[in-house]
């Protein structure tokens, strides 16, 4: 990008693609330059990396693991967050987080949410939400986790896309079961 400058001083950012041209015996005699005004596309791309930091800052704040996944690619990507909960070192080198997520899975809580995603690839539904149990890698802790998974598909139908967040519910779950424990207890006594 080459920063240019209008009549009244005004800064704007272009994109140059300079051709040269040749003669009949191949000696340089001139040049095509073509400029594209990309000022307002930098402002966007801009505020769209502010609008990212923000959102990432809220996600690891309120404890949220959020992931992608592309299904052409296979790509994946996890936030910081998403390696909290599973209790996983992110590492350099990629590695496959799909199975990751699947490996930690609690074995009685498997089928279901296999059916669930069964249900999203197949397209009998474009969105799951639901709670089950994981087995953390580096505590081999029983956590509980609230999840939301949503499907993007094309114009045909066809699924390009996965996203979605995790929240580590297990603190709430267990105060929940307390309190309904006293409330047994209270209404025993009465």
């Given amino acids: 990008p080459v920063v240019n400058y209008t009549k009244e ?63 052409e690619t296979g790509k994946v990507e996890w936030n910081e967050v998403m390696f909290k909960i599973f209790g996983v070192e992110k590492q350099d080198k990629e590695i496959d987080y799909f199975n990751v997520w699947l490996s930690h899975i609690h074995p009685d809580d498997f089928k279901a949410v296999n059916e669930n995603m069964n249900a999203v690839f197949s397209g009998k539904v474009d969105q799951v939400d639901e709670e089950y149990r994981i087995i953390r890698s580096n505590s081999k802790e029983v956590r509980i986790l609230s999840s939301l998974t949503i499907a993007e598909r094309d114009a045909d139908g066809k699924l390009v896309r996965l996203i979605g967040t995790f929240t580590d519910i297990t603190e709430r779950k267990s105060s929940e079961q307390q309190l309904k424990a006293s409330e047994e207890k209270y209404r025993i006594i009465i």
Avoid: C
């Fill in 9 to 71: 001083g005004k800064p704007y950012t272009v994109m140059l693609e300079i051709t040269p041209i040749f003669n009949e015996e191949g000696q340089h005699i001139n040049f095509i330059a073509l400029q594209k005004d990309v000022t307002e596309e930098l402002k966007y791309r801009s505020e769209i990396l502010r609008i990212n930091r923000r959102f990432e800052q809220i996600s690891n704040k309120s404890e949220i693991g959020i992931w992608a996944s592309e299904l």
